[in-house]
């Protein structure tokens, strides 16, 4: 339904990047923050477990 709604109301928009979009990538990559060297592979293997 969030999906949906997101597009209808920006704060829903707001709400559905910051739980289902940007917000669990964000987490992981800091997370995978010990594990590498550059902000690129952080965000490569942030990508690759969120997906």
């Not at 928009?13 to 987490?27: I, N, S, V």
């Amino acid at each position: 339904m969030l999906t949906l709604e997101q597009y209808r109301d920006p704060k829903l928009a707001q709400l559905h990047h910051d739980y289902l979009a940007g917000g669990p990538l964000k987490y992981m990559a800091v997370i995978f923050r010990k594990l590498a060297d550059s902000d690129e592979t952080v965000m490569q293997l942030a990508l690759e477990f969120y997906l």
